[in-house]
């Protein structure tokens, strides 16, 4: 990269939402949900470009804290110095409201079993069931 | 003529409406200046979506195999018979021209798409939009057909749209205005994509105050669907700011110290127009195909919060010029009231002098 090449070993990590620019910090390395499972990035990676699915991303190292976000959608640019994270929902996971995710998890349950012979529809719960799903996870893997 | 102590009551009254619109004005500045914000934050999301979109274009076969098929149900253009149009509005008045001029442009397309013959439905947003067009157009009638599946265990259901009249209210979002959460903006982007991909509607419209800055806006009709040009807004209407509202915006900008200049690139925005554009050769995780089904509904979802999030700011600033107005005419007529009552007062005074030197002058 001829721009801001630096040569710290530390990646240059933001996380983007609707709403704001959530975090902007460095990391040695970051953890992304893929939608193909999950992925982490160091520094020099290969460039890449992948949706994320619903999961935890994890920082390590850096300025970063270790801080651990929940995302539900979004996707990611890899490049060697810097990754950046869109996302279309990110919350802290000690944010999550539990009672809320189980009733989204039961709500997906009702559009399962509403679905028919759509295939679209049972993409749709099976999606909104993977996110309620991640969510309790990353509610319950925080208070650990 | 009205006496000295029946002005001095009207004064004080004015004053006191002058203190309310003084106060109204603070706190529109301030809300104003708080959109503003949340309407810049809100740009590398949007800016990085379209990037990736664009880049995808351009690096895969979303044409058919013959060059001219688009892959994607948001590009497919139909003739346009059913038309949706979105129109935002304030929840609240109080805000000069702002929410008549939304409902005369409104009216004005719907006028131009009637005469064509087409079939629109609405879909208001804000309680002023919603209060539009409540009384005048019925709501769009939808049948709800539940059909049992395997004994029960599934359900398929359709609703199915009747339409009756030529102009019918499809949905409202009274609620939408509130907190202007991206969420709820997904919900509605939602309904609009399903029901523009089963051929419900044609094209979608969306009449919204557009917001650059205090002096820099303009009541226009954006085409939001089928998309035919990514990251670009197709604006079919637009209505500009006259020279005189521009004036007493932006007097009312300077007394309540907000810039009337559009707010500069932020570094995060800049950042934002490289996403996903580097020179380099990316690893796609995904098929392209796939990746774009998923990013077409989301990238019209940020369309529509855009637009919702520059209507919001452009209402506090009608608000804060309307309320600055206001302030300034309750001072003018303070000014005059307090002139004539002066004036009655000396001639009172006056006369009684006349009065005591004429009789003494008697004497």
Known sequence: MAENTNNSGLLQVRLVTPDRVLLDATAEAVELPSMSGYLEALYGAAPLLSELGAGEVRLHGGSSNDQVFFVAWGFVEVLPERVTILAETALHPDEIDLAEAEAELKHSQDLWNQAGDEQVKYDEANTVARVAEEKIASAQGAKH | ?363
């Open chain 2, 1 to 363: 003529m009205a006496n000295v102590l029946d002005l001095r009551r009207r004064i004080r009254s004015v004053k006191n409406t002058r203190q309310i619109t003084k106060a109204m004005k603070m706190v529109s500045a301030a809300k104003l200046r708080r959109a503003q914000e949340r309407a810049m934050q809100a740009r590398p999301y949007a800016q990085m979506l379209t990037n990736v979109l664009e880049s995808l274009v351009r690096r895969t076969d979303l044409y058919g195999a013959d060059g001219g098929d688009v892959m994607h149900p948001l590009l497919v253009e139909r003739e346009e018979k059913n038309v949706l149009v979105l129109v935002i509005a304030g929840d609240k008045g109080f805000a000069g021209g702002f929410n008549s001029n939304i409902g005369k442009a409104a009216q004005k397309f719907i006028d131009e798409r009637r005469a064509l013959g087409q079939n629109i439905d609405l879909e208001p947003i804000g309680k002023k939009a919603i209060g539009l067009y409540k009384r005048r157009f019925p709501a769009a009638v939808y049948e709800h057909k539940e059909e049992e599946y395997d004994n029960g265990l599934s359900k398929h259901i359709e609703n199915i749209r009747h339409r009756a009249e030529a102009i019918e209210v499809a949905a409202e979002n009274p609620t939408l205005l509130i907190k202007a959460g991206f969420d709820e903006v997904t919900a509605l982007g939602a309904t609009i994509v399903s029901r523009y991909e089963h051929a419900e509607i044609d094209s979608v419209y969306i009449v919204y105050n557009e917001f650059k800055s205090v002096i820099s806006q303009r009541v226009v009709v954006e085409k939001l669907l089928p998309i035919r040009k990514l990251g670009a807004h197709e604006i079919t209407a637009s209505e500009e700011m006259t020279e005189e509202q521009k004036e007493a915006a932006a007097k009312a900008a300077q007394s309540s110290g907000i810039s009337v200049n559009e707010p500069e690139e932020t570094a995060y925005e800049q950042e934002a127009k490289k996403f996903g554009t580097a020179d380099v050769d990316y690893i796609f995780d995904q098929s392209p195909e796939r990746l774009f089904r998923h990013l077409m509904p989301r990238y019209v979802t940020t369309q529509i919060f855009h637009a919702l999030l520059e209507s919001i700011a452009a209402e506090h600033a009608a608000r804060m010029t309307a309320t600055d107005a206001a302030s300034k005419n309750a001072g003018e007529l303070i000014d005059k009231l307090s002139l004539t009552m002066n004036r009655l007062r000396q001639a009172a005074i006056t006369k009684e002098i006349i009065e005591i030197v004429s009789g003494a002058a008697a004497l």
